[in-house]
């Protein structure tokens, strides 16, 4: 169990370290000294659960905790009665992670998402998602396809401006099977071919022609918690216009991005597999979807295309 500590107080969140190092269950993957601070690390590495020693006065600290609750569904301990310093006990800390066990597995985020067999047998298009590690993530992927995919890939990588020309042609040359060219506004997307998102623009279906085919459009449109493109945009713009045949998969990343937009997948009845933390460079964006409902499946990347390819052939 990965745990953050967090207090106003650096000698209260030393005992608190030196405290739970004695319970071999238990991490603390950062100790901080606000709640800004907590979603700072959150947005960059999962944790199971916080500890919080919280001022309830501090109305600012209140915002961040409501932010914790609503937008990273992450359980929140807030110790009620705290020993004076120099009074700590092991039944305190003893009592203290027994709350804790118990907020953690009555938490939905906590629960393993619920791996159901796919209903859906005609999906149209394939979206994919990645930041961190995503390039040697999306190689493996697309590799394990094969030639003739039948859909349209999608695909938004957090890259810098200059780079992704030289991204979109390394991944032709190296997954032979399929190409990899930049999106273009106002193209049509045709299976067996993947279209990645320009450095800098946003990646969104404009319309989807008669024939089921997306055509594209880039946008300028506000970075999304200051990324574009934002994996969310693509995979909301996706799931509006194909609902239950739209299939999405979130591979390595720092942060959230994604996350939103596979719930979004999921709760209009498309399918999303997660990368497993097991072969993740970064297990950001995959738990942040995880932990908000949005993983359908959950696999190491070895199993992923394999996988793709038993849900569009049914």
């Not at 005992?15 to 950062?30: C, G, H, M, R, T």
């Not at 992927?141 to 401006?161: M, N, T, W």
């Not at 404009?206 to 945009?233: I, M, Q, T, W």
Request: net charge negative; glycine share 6%; with cysteine.
């Amino acid at each position: 169990m990965k745990v953050i500590v967090a207090a106003g107080s650096a000698v209260v969140r030393t005992i608190f370290e030196q405290n739970l190092k004695e319970y071999p269950d238990v991490e603390v993957s950062a100790s901080v000294s606000n709640g800004k601070k907590i979603i700072q690390v959150l947005e960059k590495e999962h944790s199971d659960a916080v500890i919080w020693v919280l001022d309830k006065e501090d109305q600012l600290e209140l915002e961040n905790f409501n932010i914790l609750q609503n937008d990273f569904h992450i359980p929140v301990l807030v110790p009620e009665k705290m020993p004076k310093v120099n009074s700590f006990t092991k039944d305190f800390f003893d009592a203290l992670l027994k709350k804790l066990n118990k907020l953690i597995k009555n938490s939905p985020s906590q629960s393993a998402p619920v791996v159901t067999e796919s209903k859906n047998a005609s999906f149209k298009v394939l979206c994919i998602g990645a930041s961190t590690g995503g390039p040697s993530a999306v190689v493996e992927v697309l590799s394990g396809l094969g030639p003739d995919f039948p859909l349209p890939v999608l695909y938004a990588q957090h890259i810098e401006v200059g780079a992704d020309k030289n991204l979109a042609d390394w991944l032709t040359q190296t997954c032979r099977n399929i190409p990899v060219t930049l999106a273009e506004d106002g193209e049509e997307a045709l299976p067996s071919h993947v279209y990645m998102a320009p450095a800098d623009k946003h990646l969104v279906i404009d319309y989807v022609k008669g024939d089921g085919h997306p055509v594209l459009k880039l946008s300028d449109e506000e970075p999304e918690r200051f990324l574009r493109p934002a994996v969310n945009k693509l995979f909301r713009s996706a799931s509006q216009f194909y609902k239950k045949e739209c299939l999405a998969v979130l591979l390595t990343g720092m942060g959230m991005d994604g996350a939103e937009g596979c719930k979004v997948i999921c709760d209009n009845g498309g399918w999303t597999i997660a990368e497993d933390e097991s072969t993740c460079a970064v297990f950001g964006m995959p738990a942040a979807a995880i932990e908000a409902g949005g993983a359908k499946e959950v696999l190491p990347r070895p199993e992923i295309s394999k996988r793709i390819l038993e849900l569009v052939s049914k």
